[in-house]
């Protein structure tokens, strides 16, 4: 059984980084792409990161680009997500997701996955 379990999630200063994490179970990276989606109220959901796991290849929503890495670390089955340079605008939940196959584009389409984990939410303070 596929499961993902988001972590990491707290309050932070604007300009402050927090690291989150994505444990995942019941699948092998390689066959699979995890991303990092978050939801802001009011908003719709985002699509903010992806690594795939066939050759770790990552891809960045525009509003993250430069402050958000995405990495794995397969001995742990752990995604994670280091934010830095947060701003008050990043506040959301923070879900992560996968998929397989991978997807060769559209990584960053939250209809092409079929696996989530519970959100965590970050907010930044101003």
């Known amino acids: 059984e596929v499961q993902l379990q988001a972590s990491g999630g707290g309050l932070v200063q604007a300009g402050g980084s927090r690291r989150l994490s994505c444990v995942y179970s019941?699948?092998?990276?390689?066959?699979?792409?995890i991303a990092w989606f978050r939801q802001a109220p009011g908003k719709e959901r985002e699509g903010v990161s992806c690594?795939?796991?066939?050759?770790?290849?990552?891809y960045y929503a525009e509003s993250v680009k430069g402050r958000f890495t995405i990495s794995s670390d397969s001995a742990k089955n752990t995604v994670y997500l280091e934010m830095n340079n947060l701003k008050p605008e990043d506040t959301a939940v923070y879900y992560c997701?996968?998929?397989?196959?991978?997807?060769?584009?559209?990584?960053?389409?939250?209809?092409?996955?079929?696996?989530w984990g519970e959100g965590t939410l970050v907010t930044v303070s101003s």
């Open positions: 690594i795939k796991g066939n050759d770790g290849s990552t």
């Open positions: 019941g699948f092998t990276l390689e066959l699979y792409a």
């Open positions: 997701a996968a998929v397989s196959p991978i997807p060769f584009r559209e990584e960053l389409d939250a209809g092409l996955y079929d696996y």
